[in-house]
RNA sequence: GGCGCCAUCGUCCAGAGGUCAGGACGGCGGGUUUUCAGCCCGUAGACCGGAGUUCGAUUCUCCGUGGCGCUACCA
C-alpha cells in the first residue's frame, strides 16, 4: 500500500533536528511504500510575536539539503494544492459548519477575560484545568441571535459527556481517553481562521493523507481529532506517533539546548547522508546492530514496527563520529569543495583565487580532511598553511626547541633543506630527514623538530606530505624563523 | 493537580520466558604510525522497585516509583 505522508512545520521559528527527523521518517515511508511525501505550511497562528515567514526559506532550505524534498509542497505544488493553509480558509469555514450542524460543535461567546477568569480559579482550586462548556448549553437560537447581532465567537468542539475516544497507533499500540478529560477545544477562532485540530484534519483529509507521522507530544490532543474525522464521517488515517528528541537534560529539545535549530548544524558542517543517517538511528533500528547505512539501505529496511517508544537524547559526539566517518568515505573532491567557504569566511583564501591559490588549497585539504569531524573545523586545522604561526605549541618548543641539542638540530634541519629541491617531494623531503640522525640515532627528533619549527604545532598531518604541500619557500622561511623560538626558550 | 506516554550500560539501539544480556558512541588501557586523527585489540559499564503468573522472569500482569509530555482563540 502506497502511503501519502506529510510534514506540517509552523513558520513559527527555524525548524530543530527533532523536526526533522519525523520529516525523514515522513520520506522514508513515502519512499518504502512508493507514496508520496508532501509538506503543508501551517500557517494559521497569525501572532506577530510568534508568525515569522523569513523562517519559511529555512524549512525549504533545511528539507532540501538533508535530501528529504517533499513530492508535492508550496514550493513546486502538486495535485492537492494549495499546500499552505491561510490559503485554504473556506475548507475549515465549511467543516466548522458542517460540525455546528450535526451538533458536534458550537458558538462560545465567553471573553478571554472570562477564560482567564476561569482558569485561575481551577487552578488555585486544584482542579482539572479545561473550557467549563458555559455556552454549550446556548440553544441554536440563541447563538445565531448573539451572532447576528455581532458578538465575536469561537467555534468549540461539542467533546461526548461520556465515554471514551480509543485510537489505534502504529507505535505505542491502542490509546484511549476518557471524554470528560477531553476538552472542548476551540476550532474556529474568533477571527474565522482554523486552528491546529481542525486545520490538521480537514487538510489530510482533503489531501489524502494515509499516515500521520509526528512527535509524542502530540498524542494527547489525538481524540479530538479522531472525533472530528468520525463526527465528518471521514476515514481516520493512521496515527503514529514518535518519540521525543530530549536534549542532554532530558527534555523536549527546543530553543534552550543550544545549536539545535537544522541550519546551524548545516552551517558547521555536517554531511547530508551523516545527518539523516543519524536521525533515522535516533528512535529507529533496523533490527540488527547495524550503525553505518546507506539510504537505499535503510529504505530497504525501513518499517514502523522499527520505531522506538523511549524518548532519545540527541547525542552531538555519535553525530560527530558518524560525521567524520562518513568525511572520510566521501570523494575528497567534494570535501574539499564543501570546504572552501569556510577557508573564505576565515580569511584564509580569497573570494576568488589564482590558479595558484586554487591548487594550493587542493594539496592541503586532503592532508587535513581526514582529521575532521565537522567541516568548519577546516579553517583551525589547515591555518599554519596560510598564516605563519604566530607562536609555537609551548610544551613541543621546550622539548623540541630548546637549549643547545635543540638549536643544533635546528641548525642541521636548516641546511638539509637549503639543499633540498624545488619543488619539494614528499620523498625528497623524508629523505633529507632520514639522512640527518647518525648512525643508530632514530630520526625521530628530526621529524619532531621539523614539524614545531614549520608549524608551531606537535599535531598533524604527516610531516613529508606536510612539507611538501607547503613548498620549499615557505618551509625554508619558517625554519629561519623558529630560531626566535629557540632563542627564548 | 488531571490526563497520557515511557522505563536494558553515561547515551542511542538489539534481545529472548531459560543468553556469558549483544552492537555503536563516549570512557579507560594497550598496539600501530614521525605527531594527531585513523585503524586494530582489550576493558569497565545496564535489565528502576515490589508483588503475582511460571519449574524458571530483565522479558508477561498488577502496583509503586521515577522521567517526560499535554493541560492556549500556539502549533
Known sequence: MSARVRYAPSPTGSPHVGNLRTAVYDWLLARKTGGAFVARLEDTDRDPTRYKPEFIGDIEQSLDWLGVTPDEWWVTGGDYGPYVQSERLPLYQ?????????????????????????????????????????CRQLS??????????????????????EGATTYSDAVYGDITFGNR?????????????????????????????????????????????????????????????????????????????????????????????????????????????RQIMSRDEIVEAFSLAGIS???????????????????????????????????????????????????????????????????????????YFFEDPAEADPKGRRKWLSGSDGAARLERIIDAFAAAPDPLTPEAAEQIIDALPAE???????????????????????????????????????????REWVAEA
Open 181 to 289: 478529560n477531553v476538552d472542548d477545544q476551540v476550532l474556529l477562532k474568533s477571527n474565522g481562521w482554523p486552528t491546529y485540530h481542525l486545520g490538521v484534519v480537514v487538510d489530510d483529509h482533503h489531501m489524502g493523507i494515509t499516515h500521520v507521522i509526528r512527535g509524542e507530544d502530540w498524542m494527547p490532543s489525538t481524540p479530538k481529532q479522531v472525533l472530528i474525522y468520525d463526527a465528518l464521517q471521514w476515514p481516520q488515517p493512521a496515527w503514529v506517533h514518535i518519540p521525543l528528541t530530549l536534549g542532554k537534560d532530558r527534555k523536549k529539545l527546543g530553543k534552550r539546548h543550544g545549536s539545535t535549530q537544522f541550519v546551524d548544524f548545516i552551517r558547521q558542517g555536517y554531511l547530508p547522508d551523516a545527518m539523516f543517517n543519524f536521525l533515522v538511528l535516533l528512535g529507529w533500528s533496523p533490527g540488527d546492530d
Open 440 to 482: 643508530g640515532e632514530s630520526r625521530a627528533p628530526f621529524i619532531h623538530t621539523t614539524r614545531i619549527a614549520a608549524t608551531g604545532a606537535t599535531a598533524g598531518p604527516g610531516l613529508f606530505e606536510l612539507l611538501s604541500a607547503l613548498g620549499k619557500a615557505r618551509v625554508m622561511s619558517r625554519l629561519r624563523r623558529a
Open 140 to 161: 441554536r437560537e440563541e447563538a445565531d441571535e448573539k451572532a447576528a447581532r455581532g458578538a465575536p465567537f469561537t467555534v468549540r468542539l461539542a467533546v461526548p459527556r
Open 94 to 134: 465549511e467543516a466548522g459548519k458542517r460540525l455546528m450542524d450535526m451538533g458536534m460543535a458550537y458558538r462560545c461567546f465567553c471573553t478571554e477575560e472570562r477564560l482567564a477568569a476561569m482558569r485561575e480559579a481551577q487552578q488555585a482550586a486544584g482542579s482539572p484545568t479545561g473550557y467549563d462548556r458555559h
Open 309 to 383: 517508544r523511549n524518548p532519545a537524547v540527541f547525542d552531538y559526539d555519535k553525530l560527530r563520529w558518524m560525521n567524520g566517518e562518513y568525511i572520510r568515505a566521501a570523494d575528497p573532491e567534494r570535501i574539499a569543495a564543501l570546504c572552501l567557504p569556510y577557508l573564505r569566511e576565515a580569511g584564509l583564501m580569497s573570494g576568488s583565487p589564482t590558479d595558484e591559490e586554487t591548487a594550493y588549497v587542493a594539496a592541503v585539504i586532503p592532508l587535513v580532511a581526514d582529521r575532521l569531524k565537522v567541516l568548519s573545523e577546516v579553517a583551525d586545522a589547515s591555518r
